[in-house]
């Protein structure tokens, strides 16, 4: 039985570009943006780096197959580059590739670099794809906020809560991370808003509205790992370490099974189960001190907050509005602006979100800094959608806590 | 002999105002005021003559067993396909037996009464029962005449070798080739000729010939007639007719113009299914189409009739009603009108023949699985069944979802995603006795929506391939009336 990844990974270096509306930049400057910033704190030279993974999200609109651009952008040394996409959860989904390959003894010190490159559309939004064969004859090709809204009208269904307490709820948590998300010079938006311009904002997906959306950005971050000793050697003395990092994938079960009422994310709480065990976590709302969530749309981080098992069921939205989650609450929730204002480059999203919590941890957080040093940094990064999708949660802390 | 075993139709939920065709054209065509009143039925835009001979087989079908059906005739003039088996969509549709006969009749304005016609004969011939379908949606150049006058629809009856509830006495055939109008391959409207002569020379002197041959051939007298179902589109003409031929004024069957428009190749047979719905036993129908020469078929009711257990029938449907009051929708819809629709309409929908063929009953049947050892209904089927206390592997067998009743899981009415009628509404859709899916809601009342809702499947377009004209065929979610 695999005792799990808990310090056996440390984080040398981080590195996250500017995200937002990058008119003049390719993807390519992004990752180089990113990984400039990473591979200084990080303190070493490109060459010692044994292996790369790549994510991103929408490669057709984007960087193209394989692992080649990064490797290219980089200037790599002919190592292994594997590009991974699950969704937006690629982000998370590289980190792990690093991680299991320092765990495993593999590489001494792995890069995960997140790009996307979303801002070559023509249009705002997502792009729209085909999602395979079979799916496009009998599947619907819903939008983002759409498929989302429906954990909303489900929410509201299954515990009776009344669409303007919920919409308030949601526009509370917009209007948080607007506040957050001001202080945050890499953040896309970077403007604070009030509830009534979030509540009072166009429909975009019944009961979603514009302010419910995060923003849709260009942007890159990058990990570099490698284990605690090594981290030591090359003169790390506060290292933080991987305590837990989980996926769970969707089998169908809530599509195509019974008994999913489409109010929750089924995934999410399997991973997110099995990561607090990784980490030694029991109390979960005591003890994760900082939370960046995938707050895609406004109604996913507060179920997400249930689903962290966080706030108890179905109460996820007064704690919203009792301003648990706000920076200065007890369980702060995108201290950094989150997909909603930070933004959200898929491929980048889940490695953005580390890197958060990394400077959170490290006191290095500047204006946005959380007063009380937190102990445990949760992440959770989801691609998807709520009746299939995939969750991915990584916990991060300094070693030995 | 033969005869009729069932009866079914379908009308579109939107009826257009020919007020309001009148109001947006009267600036051109102000002569089209006195074509004015009432109202005619339109298609949705995810409908056309295909998806409405299967909601009309539907109908007519009902919960009979569907396997011994062994031939299918579909008419019509506005066939989706000019080269793909339309009834052969139909028949996957209704999940028939492969071991059907399928045949598309079309070209004419009495296909359907000639469909009709040889369906009968079909059956008399004792290959089993037969489905006929006529169904229409006829395009109409603005600012038209046709395009006041049409309305979309269909009927569908099942015919078998016993007497059933109406059985026929005869038929009798006519062709001369009278061009009152006529559409060349590949053009997209009618071209037509002086209306003082078309119903002059054709609709009532040609007509009232094989009306009169019809009676005679067949040994019947005027007065015998109880109901007349003559789906000519011109006010008076049925009743002229009947005058000419010594038929009853009272048995002339009302046309429908008011309420839903002339359903071209289809509106003899949406009067038979209308007309059937109020005829006791032993009354004799005719039915007459005309087009190049005239169908004349005569039906007598049997005792039956009095225990036949009524279908939705064209009386039920044109009860489901939404008033439409927006020319320009109408327009859009029917492709008269380019909008900008956006970048998202860009979404490549290119046919994969390949898969469709062999996914044909999963997405043109909508037939799930049901795991023979834990009764688990899940869709699509697969090789490994979805429960999760037994993942049993290739024990699963179809499982039909096409007519089970569902219920809103989950939903939203998405403005952002593409659709020609917007807000796009869909969710997940939970079935009773087993089985859920995601499903774009169609038909939508906004009122209508919401969590525990009921719906009612139906067979529409998903999509049309702007590159090659394919049109993808699946199953929606509609909100399913108190009746429906």
Redesign the interface.
């Known amino acids: 039985m695999s005792d799990g990844i808990r310090d056996k990974v440390a984080i040398l270096g981080m590195g996250c570009a500017r995200f937002g509306e990058r008119w003049n930049d390719d993807a390519e400057q992004l990752m180089v943006e990113a990984y400039l910033e990473a591979i200084a704190d990080a303190g070493i030279e490109t060459s010692q780096i044994d292996a790369a993974w790549l994510s991103v999200g929408f490669d057709a609109t984007n960087i193209g197959p394989s692992g080649i651009p990064a490797s290219m952008a980089l200037r790599l040394p002919n190592i292994a580059v594997t590009k991974v996409e699950n969704y937006c959860a690629s982000g998370t989904e590289a980190f792990r590739g690093a991680v299991y390959a320092v765990a495993a003894g593999a590489a001494d010190i792995a890069l995960a670099v997140g790009v996307e490159k979303l801002k070559d559309t023509g249009y705002g939004g997502l792009p729209v794809r085909t999602r395979g064969t079979l799916f496009d004859m009998v599947g619907v090709v819903g939008s983002a906020p759409g498929n989302f809204a429906q954990l909303a009208t489900a929410y509201q269904a299954k515990h009776g809560v009344a669409r303007q307490d919920l919409k308030r709820a949601m526009a509370h948590v917009s209007v948080k991370s607007h506040t957050n998300g001001a202080k945050n010079p890499k953040a896309h938006l970077r403007r604070p808003v009030d509830m009534d311009t979030v509540i009072n904002a166009p429909m975009i997906a019944e009961p979603i509205g514009l302010y419910d959306c995060c923003g849709v950005s260009d942007g890159a971050a990058v990990a570099i790992v490698t284990t605690p000793e090594i981290a030591r050697s090359l003169g790390k003395a506060d290292i933080v370490t991987v305590k837990a990092l989980q996926l769970a994938v969707s089998n169908g079960w809530e599509l195509q099974g019974a008994g999913w009422d489409g109010s929750y994310l089924h995934t999410t709480r399997i991973a997110a189960a099995k990561a607090y065990k990784e980490a030694g976590i029991t109390q979960p709302a005591k003890q994760v001190s900082l939370m960046e969530v995938h707050d895609c749309f406004s109604i996913t981080e507060l179920v997400t907050m249930e689903d962290l098992f966080i706030s108890d069921e179905g109460k996820g939205w007064r704690d919203v509005l009792d301003g648990r989650f706000d920076a200065d609450g007890a369980n702060p929730c995108q201290i950094d602006g989150g997909l909603k204002c930070f933004g959200h480059p898929i491929g980048a999203s889940g490695i953005r979100m580390i890197y958060e919590n990394y400077l959170q941890l490290l006191g290095r957080a500047g204006e946005r800094q959380r007063k009380t040093p937190p102990i445990f940094a949760l992440s959770h990064n989801l691609g998807g959608m709520p009746n299939q999708n995939v969750a991915a949660i990584a916990i991060v802390g300094m070693e030995g806590a | 002999m033969a005869g009729i075993i069932a009866y079914g139709a379908y009308v579109p939920r939107l009826r257009l105002q020919r007020g309001c065709i009148y109001q947006a054209n009267e600036w051109f065509a102000p002569g089209l005021k006195g074509l004015a009143k009432g109202e005619r039925s339109i298609a949705n835009w995810d409908e056309d003559a295909v998806t409405m001979a299967v909601e009309a087989a539907r109908d007519c079908l009902g919960p009979r067993d569907r396997s011994s059906i062994r031939s299918l005739f579909m008419a019509s003039t506005s066939f989706p396909y000019a080269d793909r088996q339309n009834s052969g969509i139909v028949k996957e549709a209704l999940a028939l037996d492969d071991a059907v006969a399928s045949l598309d009749i079309g070209s004419s304005q009495k296909a359907g009464t000639g469909a009709l016609a040889q369906a009968l004969h079909a059956s008399t011939a004792g290959t089993g029962p037969a489905l006929i379908i006529a169904a229409e949606k006829r395009r109409a150049r603005p600012a038209s005449e046709d395009e006041l006058i049409n309305g979309d629809g269909a009927a569908c009856f099942l015919l078998g070798a016993q007497d059933g509830i109406a059985r026929l006495i005869g038929t009798y055939s006519t062709t001369s080739d009278f061009v009152d109008h006529f559409r060349a391959d590949g053009r997209e409207f009618d071209y037509g000729w002086e209306s003082r002569w078309v119903r002059g020379e054709g609709f009532e002197r040609l007509t009232g010939l094989a009306i009169d041959g019809a009676l005679k051939k067949h040994g019947l007298q005027p007065e015998d007639i109880a109901h007349l179902a003559i789906g000519i589109p011109a006010k008076g003409v049925a009743a002229s007719l009947a005058g000419k031929s010594g038929i009853r004024a009272e048995a002339v069957h009302p046309d429908l113009a008011e309420v839903m428009g002339h359903t071209g190749s289809a509106h003899s047979l949406v009067l038979l299914a209308h007309a059937l719905e109020s005829a006791k036993p032993r009354e004799i129908l005719m039915v007459v189409g005309f087009g190049q020469g005239a169908d004349v078929l005569l039906f007598e009711t049997t005792e039956d009739i009095a225990r036949f257990s009524r279908p939705q029938g064209v009386s039920g449907w044109l009860a489901r009603r939404a008033k439409e009051e927006n020319y320009l929708k109408y327009l859009a819809f029917c492709g008269h009108l380019e909008l900008e629709l956006?970048?998202?309409a860009?979404?490549?929908?290119k046919p994969?023949l390949t898969?469709?063929y062999r996914?044909r009953k999963?997405?043109l049947g909508l037939i799930g699985g049901r795991c023979t050892r834990t009764g688990?209904i899940?869709?699509?089927r697969?090789q490994i069944g979805?429960?999760?206390n037994d993942p049993a592997v290739g024990v699963q067998e179809d499982y039909p979802l096409a007519d089970r009743a569902a219920r809103i899981?989950?939903?939203?009415?998405?403005?952002?995603?593409?659709t020609p009628d917007p807000?796009?509404y869909?969710?997940?859709v939970?079935f009773e006795g087993?089985?859920?899916?995601?499903?774009?809601f169609t038909d939508v009342q906004a009122d209508a929506i919401?969590?525990?809702a009921p719906m009612r499947m139906m067979f529409r377009i998903?999509a049309i391939d702007e590159r090659t004209s394919f049109i993808?065929y699946?199953w929606k979610a509609v909100p399913a009336a108190r009746s429906v």
């Open positions: 956006g970048k998202r860009e979404l490549e929908q994969v898969a469709l996914n999963t997405v688990t899940q869709f699509p697969s979805v429960d999760r899981l989950t939903f939203t009415a998405d403005n952002l995603t593409y807000p796009n869909y969710g997940m939970e087993g089985g859920r899916m995601m499903a774009e919401h969590v525990g998903k993808k699946f």
